[in-house]
């Protein structure tokens, strides 16, 4: 290889595009955060999805009997 060669290598694919249907409120509240904060919508959904699978608590089942 040369100082003039173009080297291309294999991308990263680190992000997926993902298409989502949600209330037309839950879309007005997040517009007007979006505006509030200068961030995209997408960094915050982003950012509520990381928080949401940190915190989640999962409770398999309910007890029919009591």
Do not use: C, H, W
Request: aromatic share 4%.
């Amino acid at each position: 290889m040369s100082s003039d060669d173009f080297i291309v290598t294999p991308k990263e694919d680190k992000s997926v595009t993902m298409t989502i249907r949600i209330d037309k409120a839950l879309q007005v509240q997040l517009d007007a955060l979006a505006k509030k904060s200068n961030r995209s919508r997408n960094e915050l959904i982003n950012m509520a999805l990381e928080y949401a699978l940190k915190n989640v608590k999962f409770i398999s089942g309910t007890n029919k009997d009591s």
